[in-house]
């Protein structure tokens, strides 16, 4: 098979310097991608015909290797901390010679002109430079994809250049490793190197969105999934990696608007992608039909083992990461909206992994409480979703992706709480952790009730239901819910030990005290009497 005719002007790429005279490999269809990719033996389909790679040293994100250009125009408007951590724009420009000198001396590179933003009047247009073809895959799969016709006039906004194999020296280009993912703001362009690990591309362009949509668009930006009902009741869900966001916004009974990023303006909710990248450990197609079945042809399926003498792949395995992913385009899911726009959202779930065992599995909140648990973000990061974690560890993000957000928490939690408060929202916690003792004692709470738990209160079965306050986070706790047991509504009485019980959920409501005096400064006294009472 030989490149789709598709044809780029070079000069376009000579003016970042470039070299024209080699080959490009531009716009190539998914088929093409994964063809070069076998040839080049850097990968293998699997007995549904998707291609399964490897990404190397790094088969998740690196949050203390992300940087972002301090100059003029982010000096005093990036919340810069542990995140947002500052690079001079000297290296930002040393690293960029190198990494396209880099490219330079490579026969072969690929390039692909996309977008973000599914509403066109916040479209991002964007053109992804990769070194290997599986990448540019992702680039396919995860962007939103314009017709042949706009390629003619289409111009890039942002670039991101991305190789692999190119290594920084933290000696001399103020990196803290060899691998870096480096946003510019005033170049508007993202540099990756020294990692293949596939979601840098899609979290950096989520990053400069989350920078540039409050600010200059007064668009809500959104670490979340979200779907609509038939009645065009739309639903978004919170929550970080591990949490459920993908699993629980893919329901065959609603329309999947999208499953990680969204904005929200003053009329509608719009994905920012063109894809899905679904975590697959455990994946079975019980529990998730519509994401065990986007596993095919043009899907790129990274770090998963095949079980003993097949090419089938092993869901339960560990062996490399439990960061297994999958990406595939958002129309893989047969109930997708086209395009991915939906109205006002009824309601929000707060998604969260307790591996205390603290948290009921569904709890409704007030406005203040909703506001305060936006802003502390608390869940457990899962195993393999980033460097150097191997176990659930309970955390604080806040507004559920602090990595991701280059502005401060409060921005975004201020424009959250007027949009609740405007279109009178529904607002929910879910724990989709642990029951009946902590991680290592309890068990994980199980899917299809949490599924039914999520299903009542968008029916709004919930809405008669006898409810009692949580004596230590005040949340409402449903006594009864359609298909789910009535003991273990209350988490308390899930633990055998309740005086132990008593202590672990103190415990975790001093973590929230302690982790919110950094927020406590500016915050209505609303958010601040919805913290947990000792």
Same mark, same amino acid.
């Given at each position: ?115 973000? @933003? ?39 906004? =942002? ?32 540099? %990756? ?30 670490? @979340? ?50 894809? @899905? ?75 969260? @992994? ?79 952790? =642990? ?91 609303? %958010? ?5 009472? %000792?």
């Amino acid at each position: 098979m030989t490149d789709s005719t598709m044809m780029i002007d070079r000069t376009t790429l000579k003016a970042i310097g470039l070299d024209t005279d080699k080959q490009v490999h531009y716009q190539l269809t998914p088929e093409e991608l994964t063809e070069q990719t076998l040839i080049r033996d850097q990968g293998t389909l699997n007995d549904t015909g998707a291609l399964c790679i490897n990404t190397g040293e790094f088969t998740g994100r690196s949050p203390l290797d992300k940087f972002i250009v301090k100059d003029s125009i982010t000096a005093d408007t990036v919340h810069w901390n542990n995140f947002n951590i500052a690079i001079e724009e000297k290296y930002f420009l040393q690293l960029r010679d190198k990494l396209v000198n880099y490219l330079n001396s490579k026969d072969e590179i690929w390039v692909r002109d996309a977008y973000a @933003c599914a509403d066109p009047a916040h479209r991002l247009n964007i053109r992804v430079i990769n070194e290997h073809p599986w990448s540019n895959l992702f680039a396919y799969n995860m962007f939103l994809r314009p017709a042949d016709a706009e390629l003619e006039t289409m111009q890039p906004e =942002w670039h991101i250049i991305q190789a692999p194999g190119f290594k920084a020296d933290p000696a001399v280009d103020g990196t803290r490793q060899h691998n870096f993912a480096v946003v510019s703001f005033t170049h508007k362009t993202i540099l %990756i190197g020294g990692t293949g690990y596939t979601g840098e591309m899609k979290k950096g362009i989520f990053t400069i969105l989350n920078y540039i949509l409050p600010q200059q668009r007064n668009v809500l930006s959104m670490h @979340c999934s979200a779907n609509m009902g038939e009645a065009g009741d739309v639903a978004i869900f919170f929550g970080l990696s591990g949490t459920g966001k993908t699993t629980l916004s893919a329901d065959p009974g609603r329309k999947l608007i999208g499953d990680d990023e969204h904005g929200w303006t003053a009329n509608s909710v719009f994905n920012f992608e063109g894809g @899905c990248y679904a975590k697959t450990i455990d994946l079975s197609e019980e529990k998730e039909p519509e994401i065990y079945h986007a596993i095919r042809s043009g899907a790129l399926v990274e770090n998963i083992t095949f079980e003993a003498g097949t090419n089938r792949i092993d869901f339960a395995s560990k062996a490399i990461t439990e960061n297994t992913r999958v990406s595939y385009p958002l129309h893989y899911i047969s109930n997708a909206m086209e395009p991915s726009i939906g109205g006002l959202p009824k309601n929000i779930f707060f998604l969260t @992994c307790d591996a205390y065992g603290v948290l009921p599995p569904i709890s409704k909140l007030t406005p203040g409480q909703a506001m305060y648990q936006f802003i502390s973000g608390y869940t457990a990061k899962v195993a393999g979703t980033e460097a150097g974690v191997t176990e659930p560890k309970s955390t604080f993000s806040a507004c559920f992706g602090a990595p991701f957000l280059p502005l401060h928490p409060g921005k975004y939690a201020e424009m959250l709480g007027n949009k609740m408060r405007e279109h009178a929202v529904n607002v929910w916690m879910i724990n989709t952790g =642990w029951s009946g003792g902590s991680y290592g004692t309890g068990s994980r709470m199980k899917l299809s009730y949490t599924r039914a738990m999520i299903t009542a209160a968008l029916n709004g079965k919930l809405d008669a239901v006898a409810y009692e306050a949580h004596p230590v986070f005040g949340m409402l706790v449903p006594q009864s819910c359609d298909g789910v047991p009535a003991e273990i509504l209350n988490p308390r009485n899930t633990w055998a030990d309740q005086e132990a019980y008593d202590a672990k959920a103190r415990d975790l409501a001093q973590q929230f005290i302690s982790n919110f005096t950094k927020y406590e400064a500016g915050v209505s006294d609303e %958010i601040k009497m919805a913290a947990p009472k %000792i």
